[in-house]
């Protein structure tokens, strides 16, 4: 019963969802964008975060595939569509060798190191001017794919969301969340019922890093262009935590919530106080630590659990 | 012989635990005794691959496992059943359960038939199934990880003092359940509560400071003077 009407719910938001250019306007639609935007890149960081690896390096990722996508057209003639699925095969390869490295780390050493990485990215592609443009970014000749037809950009962000959401499905639905869940649990108990750690954690880190790359790609060709300071922002690794936070983490649905409720209020905030919104969703991370630890989703499970009780 | 250790030496840091230790196990119930700190876990967590041998041989099954990590150990065909937080507490039951064959290449085509063996081993767990785990009493959860290291279809199922934290009635239940695997597997199985465990094994050693003071069959054990004094407390 519950899982038809979540099943009903899906289905009509996905209609919603992919019919939405037809009665809604440009604004509506950008917002929209903004939206699916951070709640794919929410996802993204859930999914890793199942295996108890907390990573601050979303923006890092994102940006070295916005920078992949809009060079490889730029600099390497790829034709546009391609520059897109070349950003993630480019995010995803750099997560794989660099998981090597730092994936023997844990904890609190694992979450720095990948914030010094979108550091690095950002520096790196700062200083070779010649190739990268620099500081002054880079700017795409032919202008935004699709010409920037609305209704295009927004089916697009769309397709990269859906693609979030399917991987994330396939973490919730396969034996990979077995093996998520025990290494995040116990890493002890975790190999010796025969996971390999080292191997999830890598195809964990290197498909969320690949989707964060698809992400920067769509991104990057939605706009025309690309800077340093605007692909490799703090945006991108804050907001999506924050909203993962908000909703409730270690599944598909808390992201997805967490980002509806917090893009549409800063999307409010930012036409009531410009520059003001980082410092209430900032409040809104402390509250949401302080008193919610669980996210929206938690409290409501521990809500429905505490009526259930009181009626027996 | 299923396992033969040779000689084996491991420890911490500088700090040396095992002074070459011998132990073997056949097709039989084994118990392993001594005090706490002579060096119980640090064999188990040895023969997993927990921790690295420094010298001697672990020979599984005629191969030497000695520094293979974990998880291979784990599918060569050893189960374990840690000491504390042996469970995925946020996962059910079944899935706990589901875990213990999903990672296991022989034990995964299996697995539907050793689920009906778990389940009919502690009913209690066919109950619960769906049941979050960390929400069971320990009991209930020591049993939870006794089967979850049964669905890997292990050889030889190792438990690291399966009594700890539990009331009597629970411990005597645990031993009469490992009474009944052993006609199946082989079992390794460290205990502080030796009284108890006597009843489900057929050899035991004694651990002290490290190295192997006593080696006999359970009844040998249970007249032994030193093994009366220091451990049966009669």
Redesign the interface.
Same mark, same amino acid.
């Given at each position: 019963m519950n899982r038809n009407i979540a099943r009903a719910v899906a289905a009509v938001v996905a209609a919603v969802a992919v019919a939405l250019p037809a009665f809604a306007g440009a604004y509506p639609l950008q917002v929209a964008r903004n939206v699916m935007m951070y709640m794919a890149l929410a996802i993204t960081w859930d999914m890793l975060l199942r295996s108890g690896q907390i990573s601050f390096g979303i923006a890092g990722l994102f940006g070295l595939g916005a920078y992949a996508a809009i060079l490889g057209v730029v600099r390497g003639g790829m034709p546009v569509w391609l520059s897109i699925p070349f950003a993630a095969v480019v995010a995803a390869a750099a997560a794989f060798l660099l998981g090597f490295l730092i994936l023997r780390l844990r904890a609190m050493y694992f979450s720095i190191v990948t914030l010094a990485l979108a550091e690095m990215f950002r520096i790196v592609i700062h200083n070779l001017h010649d190739f990268t443009g620099g500081p002054e970014g880079i700017v795409m000749p032919a202008g935004v794919i699709f010409g920037g037809n609305a209704a295009a950009l927004y089916w697009l962000t769309l397709a990269g969301l859906a693609v979030a959401l399917a991987a994330s499905w396939w973490f919730e639905k396969s034996r990979i969340r077995f093996a998520l869940t025990a290494i995040g649990n116990n890493e002890i108990s975790a190999s010796s019922s025969g996971v390999n750690i080292f191997r999830w954690l890598l195809v964990a880190f290197t498909v969320t890093s690949g989707i964060q790359g698809l992400l920067g790609g769509i991104y990057v060709q939605s706009y025309g262009f690309a800077t340093p300071d605007g692909v490799f922002s703090a945006d991108f690794t804050l907001l999506p935590l924050a909203m993962a936070l908000l909703g409730g983490m270690h599944g598909t649905v808390g992201p997805v919530l967490g980002a509806v409720l917090l893009g549409l209020v800063s999307e409010w905030l930012k036409l009531k106080i410009p520059y003001g919104h980082l410092i209430v969703y900032g409040i809104i991370i402390i509250i949401v630590i302080l008193f919610m630890p669980a996210g929206i989703l938690g409290l409501a499970r521990k809500m429905s659990r505490g009526a259930e009780g009181g009626k027996s | 012989m299923i396992l033969e250790i040779e000689n084996l030496e491991a420890g911490y840091g500088r700090l040396r635990i095992l002074q070459g230790v011998r132990l073997e196990v056949g097709a039989e119930s084994v118990g392993l005794f001594g005090p706490n700190g002579a060096g119980k876990t640090t064999l188990i967590n040895t023969i /997993?691959g =927990?921790n690295r041998p420094w010298k001697g041989s672990v020979r599984f099954d005629g191969r030497e496992i000695g520094g293979l990590?974990?998880?291979e =150990? $784990? +599918?060569a065909g050893i $189960? /374990?059943v840690?000491q504390e +937080?042996? /469970?995925?507490?946020?996962?059910s039951v079944a899935?706990n359960l589901? /875990?213990?064959a999903?990672? =296991?290449p022989h034990a995964a085509s299996i697995a539907d038939r050793q689920l009906e063996m778990v389940l009919e081993l502690f009913p209690i767990l066919k109950e619960r199934y769906a049941q979050l785990a960390g929400t069971m009493s320990g009991g209930q959860q020591r049993m939870v990880a006794i089967g +979850?290291a049964l669905m $890997?279809n292990p050889r030889l199922l190792i438990l690291d003092e399966p009594s700890l934290g539990l009331q009597p009635s629970i411990v005597a239940e645990v031993f009469d359940r490992l009474a009944e695997l052993k006609k199946s597997v082989s079992i390794l199985v460290t205990e502080q509560n030796v009284r108890e465990s006597l009843r489900a094994i057929d050899r035991g050693y004694v651990l002290e400071n490290g190295a192997v003071a006593i080696e006999d069959s359970a009844e040998g054990l249970r007249t032994n003077p030193h093994v009366v004094k220091s451990y049966l407390g009669i």
């Open positions: - | /997993l =927990i990590p974990t998880h =150990i $784990a +599918r $189960a /374990l840690p +937080r042996e /469970l995925f507490p946020g996962m899935d589901k /875990l213990g999903a990672y =296991i +979850r $890997a």
